[in-house]
């Protein structure tokens, strides 16, 4: 339970709950289950009541505790104080939160993955329970410290693995931020489930190791053969292993191997780009022989409509060519200055298939035109998926 160890050792104190004068409190007596003394027999008597006000999400209650004790001097058991186990059932005893706040809290938090803020103000809009935003962090703390406990629980974790023959463990170091002390995680990925996990301020082989024999301890518990370590090449991971765990094969982890594979990947990715800029040239000279013939309103070459228009036809329909040139041109010139995309979506292979895109639109006018069926309005920009 080194998760919860530790969560309790940061946690510190709580500034005790300043509730509002005018709360209005559903009171509840609770008293000490047994009536008689467990070592002499006699009546049990109240010697105390401990006052507990707690928020549920159905109003704030006030647990009235009857503290008992054995009223005879001469019982061992005279000095013991005995309190309703009742109240457990409701909160623990120095909490403000009943268990289904924290409940609805942890719920909220980790598996809708709401915001402190959010909570914060669902739990003081819904339920009018005013918390500050450390009291939450607090309380969500203690439902990370239930759930790794259960998580961890040995009969929980044995039923997890009833049929499982082997298993396969992962260890990595998380550092939330330069400097921070590193939090190292122990996984299994046959169940995907976290062991435990440890902060630990060096990444020394030693400190590493006590986490690998843990590991050890844990599969020799569960009975289980270990078939497999992952990490990456970390040297205190590569000799921990290899020491604590002889003989089971250390595979790479596939993230680190996949940024190995990665460069080459993105050099010949960045080859084949600059190969097909080399290729697709002129878009400026084709762009200024437009505006040239724009400004002449005298058709281009290229350009020229089919010999039975009429003149106006023709001239309407170079003005709707020449702006499907300079589109085209647009088009293209995205399309080569795209430049976003990482190894596995390398832009140079998106802008092979772009390009070839072009090129079958243009193939496709070529043929349109061919047949003498360009017309004038934009449907002789047929639909093109150039994606510039
Ligand atoms: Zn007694």
Known sequence: MLVAHHSLNKEGPLMPYRWPEDTQFTRIALAVEEQWCRTCGGALTICDHRHHRVF?????????????????????????????????????PWWVLGWDVVCWLGQRRFARHWSVGQIRAELADTYQIRLSADAIETYMHRYQQMLAARRQAPDQLAAAYADVEAVMLAIDGLQPEKGHETLYVVRELERKRVWFAEPLLSSATTEVQQLLVQARVWAERLGKRVRLWMSDKQDAFVRGIAAEFPGVPHRYCANHFLRDVAKPVLEADSHAKVQMRRTVRGLRTIEREV???????????????????????????????????????AAVRGILNDDQGGPLHPPGLRM?????????????NLETKKGGLLTTDSGGWPATSTGG
Request: charged share 20%; glycine share 2%.
């Open 56 to 92: 549920t999400l159905t109003g704030p209650l006030h647990l009235v505790c009857k503290l008992a004790h054995c009223p005879t001097r001469a019982c061992p058991a005279h000095p013991q104080t005995l309190s309703p186990e009742a109240e457990t059932a409701i909160a623990m």
């Open 291 to 329: 505006f040239a013939a724009q400004r002449t309103s005298e058709p281009p070459a290229l350009l020229v409509p089919p010999c039975e228009a009429t003149p106006c036809d023709a001239v309407q329909a170079d003005e709707a060519s020449q702006d499907v040139v300079l589109d085209y041109c």
């Open 352 to 364: 092979a298939e772009a390009l070839e895109d072009v090129h079958a639109s243009l193939q496709r």
